[in-house]
Structures are given as structure tokens and as C-alpha cells.
């Protein structure tokens, strides 16, 4: 089955991925799902993805997932019939006793024969995979414009306080926040050497992925500054180290979102906030989740070691590691009387509950778009987006009691 119209493989993909994963959103918002709605929309990605993806799909009906995930279906047809006719040709040429230069020739005149036909079926799941990287970046543009407005600051008086108090503390909220990234995505960079093939540049965007902290609407002004400038470094980075046309729509959308913030009054700005956080939790975040897993297959990755390593920081670190390089900030901030001298764990929570997990989401699918990171990244980075909203509460209380504890 081939689907040679451009638009009509992208409706039947926004078909086959929109409404499971939106669906399942909706049940498992309505069946109050532990993780609330931000862990029940990633829960609903994972498994819409598993079932339009290999796991399922795939296996009942293997033609049309290629056809429609894939691409080059047609050109895999023709590449498998040739290549069933050669084993035929070759089988008949020994049975006829001739020499084995002979056998030699007949196989290289074959595989020049099959060159023409591998570039067409590699040219062709190019350029399917760029009609889904399309796909996705439309969805990550609109995930971000949505982003922008649930999490910006409305008001141009908060942006002038967020301004007097870097000028007033001599910027040290900024180095905080790139003390920040730093001490949370090192672990991050360093594990990946361990894995044949990465390089420095994987190793950078493991890092990205994996450490990067989120910045929360309901902290204060040096606080988001800290997390925001560890969020810029990071975006930054991300640009430097590859781009793709999916990171250009998801800065567009983020631009777009801080826009309407901006001319928008705070009366609208609450009606679009509630609409905005009903789409984001239902359709864009699981969506753009099913989306990316359609194409992972579940044995494959779960038998690379790479997939285990960054399991290891998604569950261990990439929740654990930013708290504990928030509360390292933290300190380095209330020196100087810039924040409360208790609380430093209170305040790191609010940095790793306050949106990280969609934020490494975000990252880990713009780089993979890029060529920087796997498969396994994705994966590992849903799974461990999906622990972190599942346990903002445990990591609140637990917080409460070691502030109380370092107080006593």
C-alpha cells in the first residue's frame, strides 16, 4: 500500500495518532490517573505509541504501518522482489556446475543491479521521515505557543522586578542557573561515553536532555531567572550543537506564545490559559509522544545498552539530579540575602515539578529530529518525564521535611 500524495500521508498519520492518544488522555484524566493531567498525558502518549507502532500495529498489519510510518514501501517491494529473484538466479547458476568466477560475476552484476533500487527506497523514507518531522514540528510549534502562555508571567511589572533584582544582585541568579545546568547535566554527559558510537556531540545532547531544569510559573523572580537562563543555555546549545526544521517551529511557537501573553488582557489571557491547558494535556503532549514512538520498537531498543544507560539517568537523575543541583543554586543564591535562607529543597522542587518533564520531552524529540540522539533517548525520556510528574507530591513532602530538618 502507497500513499504517493504528500497531504494525504499526512492526514492519514494525524489520523492514525491523534484521536488514541487524545482519547487516552481523556479516560485517564477522568479516572483521575496518578500524575495529574500533565502524568496522564504522557502515560496516553506511551500507549497510543505502542499501539500504532511496531509493538502492535506493526505486527497485525506490518504493509500499511510501513507504508504510512516508514515510507518506501512501494520501493521495499520492488527491492524485495528483485532480491527473491536473484537468490533464484544464483541457486539455478551453481546448479549448473559452472565455475565460481562465474557465481562471483553474476553477484556482482546483481548488486549493481540492486544500487538503483536502495537509493530510491532510502531517498523515498527520507523524504517520509521529513513530511513527519513536519508533522511533528507543527504539533511542537503549537505545544509551545501553549507553553508560553501557561507558563510566562503576564504582566510587564513582573519582567521590571525579574530586571531590578538581576541588576540589584549583579547577575547572580544567572550564574546560578548555569551552575544549575551544569551540575545536573554532567552526570548526563559523562554516561554516554560508555556507549560505542555517541561522540561529543550526543554526549552534549544527552546532557541537554537529561539536565536541563524546567521553569515554574509560581516562583519568584530570581528563582525563575535561575531556572530560565539554565532553560536559554541549554535551547541555545541545543541550536549549536544541530538544527532541524522542527526546532525552528517550536522557537516560532514559543515566540508566538509570549506574544499573546504580552498584548493580551488579563481577562482573555484567563480564558485562553484554561483552553490552552485542556489542549496541551489532551492533544499536543500525548500526540506529539505517539508521533515520535510510532516508529520504536519495543525489543529493539530494550536490547541496547544505551537504552538501559539513559534509563538509569531518566529515572535516577534526570528528577533526582536537577533537585539536588536546585538545591546546590539555592544556596549559592541566599548568600547574599536574595532568598529565604530555609527551604532551599522547597524551592529546587518548584523547579523540577514545575514543567521539567514536558521540557525533556521537547528536547529529547527536537534532537533526535536533529540526528543528535536515538530512539533510546526518546523512550527513556518520556518514561522518565512520566516519574517525575508522578512523584511531585513525594518530592514536595520530602522536601518540607529536609528544609525542616537542616532548620533544626
Avoid: C, Y
Amino acid at each position: 500500500m502507497a500513499f504517493d500524495s504528500a497531504a494525504m500521508s499526512v492526514l492519514l498519520v494525524l489520523a492514525l495518532v491523534l484521536p488514541p492518544s487524545t482519547l487516552l488522555a481523556l479516560i485517564l484524566r477522568k479516572a483521575h490517573a496518578p500524575g495529574g493531567p500533565a502524568g496522564a498525558a504522557i502515560a496516553a502518549g506511551i500507549a497510543a505509541a505502542l499501539l500504532i507502532g511496531p509493538g502492535v500495529l506493526g505486527r497485525t498489519h506490518p504493509e500499511f504501518h510501513r507504508a504510512v510510518f516508514v515510507g518506501g514501501a512501494a520501493e521495499s517491494r520492488q527491492l524485495d522482489e528483485l532480491l527473491a529473484r536473484q537468490r533464484a538466479d544464483r541457486a539455478a547458476l551453481q546448479a549448473s556446475g559452472v565455475t565460481e568466477d562465474a557465481v562471483v560475476e553474476l553477484e556482482q552484476a546483481h548488486v549493481r543491479e540492486r544500487e538503483p533500487l536502495i537509493r530510491a527506497r532510502d531517498d523515498a523514507r527520507r523524504h517520509h521521515r521529513q513530511r513527519l518531522d513536519l508533522v511533528l514540528g507543527a504539533i511542537a510549534g503549537i505545544h509551545a505557543a501553549l507553553a508560553g502562555l501557561l507558563v510566562l508571567p503576564a504582566t510587564s511589572a513582573h519582567w521590571r522586578r525579574v530586571a531590578r533584582e538581576l541588576v540589584r544582585q549583579g547577575g547572580r541568579p544567572l550564574l546560578a542557573g548555569i551552575g544549575l545546568l551544569l551540575v545536573a547535566a554532567v552526570p548526563a554527559v559523562v554516561l554516554p561515553a560508555f556507549v560505542g558510537g555517541v561522540g561529543w556531540k550526543g554526549s552534549l545532547a544527552w546532557g541537554l536532555v537529561f539536565g536541563v531544569p524546567g521553569a515554574a510559573a509560581v516562583m519568584r523572580a530570581t528563582a525563575l531567572a535561575a531556572s530560565g537562563m539554565a532553560a536559554v543555555v541549554a535551547l541555545s546549545l541545543a541550536l549549536l550543537l544541530g538544527w532541524s526544521l522542527a526546532m525552528t517551529m517550536t522557537g516560532a511557537g514559543t515566540f508566538l506564545g509570549f506574544m499573546v501573553v504580552l498584548g493580551v488582557s488579563h481577562r482573555h489571557l484567563r480564558a485562553l490559559r484554561r483552553a490552552a491547558r485542556g489542549i496541551l494535556f489532551t492533544i499536543t503532549l500525548p500526540s506529539m509522544l505517539a508521533l515520535a514512538g510510532a516508529t520504536i520498537e519495543p525489543q529493539t531498543i530494550s536490547s541496547a545498552p544505551a537504552f538501559w544507560i539513559a534509563m538509569f539517568i531518566a529515572v535516577f537523575w534526570s528528577s533526582d539530579g536537577r533537585w539536588l543541583a536546585g538545591a546546590i543554586a539555592h544556596r549559592f543564591l541566599k548568600r547574599n540575602g536574595s532568598e529565604p535562607a530555609r527551604a532551599s529543597w522547597l524551592w529546587s522542587a518548584q523547579i523540577v515539578n514545575g514543567g521539567s518533564g514536558s521540557m525533556q520531552i521537547i528536547l529529547a524529540l527536537l534532537l533526535h529530529g536533529a540526528g543528535l540522539v536515538g530512539h533510546e533517548v526518546v523512550a527513556a525520556a518520556a518514561i522518565g518525564a512520566w516519574l517525575i510528574e508522578l512523584t511531585v507530591g513525594v518530592r514536595t513532602r520530602l522536601a518540607r521535611l529536609l528544609d525542616q530538618r537542616a532548620d533544626s
